[in-house]
């Protein structure tokens, strides 16, 4: 059960770091392209 409800918290951060990071990811790759051209 402790395993368990551990392991849902882990992918509940993991799952929001990505929802964080890819918007970031995509924004910086836009802004370097829109430079570089």
Do not use: D, K, Q
């Not at 059960?1 to 882990?10: E, G, I, P, Q, Y």
């Not at 951060?13 to 051209?37: K, Q, R, S």
């Amino acid at each position: 059960m402790n395993r368990r409800h551990t392991l849902s918290a882990c992918a509940t951060i993991v799952v929001a770091l990505a929802f964080y990071f890819i918007p970031l990811g995509v924004m910086a790759a836009c802004l370097e392209l829109g430079w570089h051209a």
